[in-house]
């Protein structure tokens, strides 16, 4: 069965500095694996997504992320955050069927 | 495109009734899925439909919970009776085939 981790809860970064959002994702074959975030109050917004092709996938926002099999991983970055980028972030994985599983996600804050 | 449409944002409820949350998918789309988010298990697949059929209901809690998709245009999931635990947002979800969720703004139920 398919499922996904995000090791950090909570992460702290200053405005101006980099991010790195840590997935490390379980499924036998290659998956489609997905960042997307939640603003308090509102649905999931998607930001990226990975299907096939080029690891390293940008999304909206100025947020990329990059595939690396070997270590089951898809790490969500951006090189300077902007306090409007202070959420929820979360990463999924869907396999062969239509079914999208989720982590626990990351809730970003970002100090002025 | 108005994204998915739920109905009611808000739900507040007694312990033992019924509970009807409302969604409408993007025109267009085949797949459709319900999610409960707690703090406490994170974002749960509940169910999912494809072309009005459900194709996977392992996610749903237990017999009190039921989910329709009368037609490509509307589903339901319906609590009955609901109890305190079931508290919770619920969100749906719709897709096109081989593309990414799209998110509802979600139903908070509070069920006292």
């Known amino acids: 069965a398919q499922s996904v981790t995000q090791p950090d809860i909570h992460i702290t970064v200053s405005e101006g500095a980099s991010l790195e959002l840590r997935c490390n994702y379980s499924?036998?074959?290659?998956?489609?694996l997905f960042w997307y975030v939640q603003s308090p109050g509102q649905g999931l917004q998607l930001l990226l997504k990975?299907?096939?092709?080029?690891?390293l996938v940008q999304g909206i926002k100025g947020f990329e992320a990059e595939f690396k099999r070997s270590q089951s991983s898809f790490n969500l970055r951006k090189p300077s955050v902007h306090w409007s980028d202070a959420a929820e972030y979360f990463c999924?994985?869907?396999?062969?069927?239509?079914?999208?599983?989720f982590g626990t996600g990351t809730r970003l804050k970002v100090l002025a | 495109d108005a994204g998915v449409i739920q109905s009611p944002r808000h739900e507040v409820t007694e312990m033992g009734q019924e509970v009807t949350l409302r969604c409408k998918p993007i025109?267009?789309?085949?797949?459709l899925f319900w999610y409960r988010q707690t703090m406490m298990r994170g974002l749960e697949l509940l169910i999912y439909?494809?072309?009005?059929?459900?194709?996977?209901d392992s996610g749903m809690p237990e017999d009190r919970f039921s989910a329709k998709m009368p037609n490509a245009s509307f589903s339901t999931l319906k609590i009955q009776p609901s109890e305190p635990r079931d508290s919770a947002v619920y969100f749906c979800?719709?897709?096109?085939?081989?593309?990414?969720?799209?998110f509802g703004n979600g139903t908070r139920l509070t069920v006292t």
């Open positions: 025109s267009g789309h085949d797949y």
């Open positions: 990975y299907f096939s092709g080029d690891t």
């Open positions: 979800a719709s897709s096109p085939a081989n593309s990414p969720l799209h």
């Open positions: 499924y036998g074959a290659t998956p489609y």
């Open positions: 439909f494809n072309n009005n059929v459900p194709i996977d």
């Open positions: 999924a994985v869907r396999g062969g069927t239509y079914k999208y599983i």
